[in-house]
């Protein structure tokens, strides 16, 4: 069985910086898929970044480009992401996901993803 737990969430104020971890459990193939996504209360959740551990790339929303990093380590068991620059529109859920796809660009949302995390909260505050 796949479960991934995330750790790392916080308030912060304006400017900081948090990391956010996320350990996978379970079997996957070789290559798959990680993500980030987060989430406000009343609005979809939006993908913030995500990586194939098959391909070289990773892919940030606009929003995040230049502030947030996403990483994994090497064993593809766990996955990461840095984030500096804090602003209070960064404040919402965070959630880890995975699934068994290619994900070669940024075209992926919350139905592309069959495993999550259980969410962390990152509060910003001004």
């Known amino acids: 069985q796949v479960k991934l737990v995330e750790s790392g969430g916080g308030s912060v104020q304006a400017g900081g910086s948090l990391r956010l971890s996320c350990s996978i459990y379970?079997?996957?193939?070789?290559?798959?898929?990680m993500a980030w996504f987060r989430q406000t209360p009343g609005n979809e959740r939006e993908r913030v970044a995500n990586l194939y551990t098959g391909g070289r790339s990773t892919y940030y929303a606009d929003s995040v480009k230049g502030r947030f990093t996403m990483s994994r380590d090497n064993t593809k068991s766990a996955m990461y992401l840095q984030m500096a620059g804090l602003k209070p529109e960064d404040t919402a859920m965070y959630y880890c996901?995975?699934?068994?796809?290619?994900?070669?660009?940024?075209?992926?949302?919350?139905?592309?993803?069959?495993?999550w995390g259980q969410g962390t909260q990152v509060t910003v505050s001004s």
């Open positions: 996901a995975a699934d068994r796809r290619v994900c070669s660009g940024g075209d992926v949302g919350r139905s592309d993803f069959t495993y």
């Open positions: 379970g079997y996957f193939p070789i290559d798959y898929c």
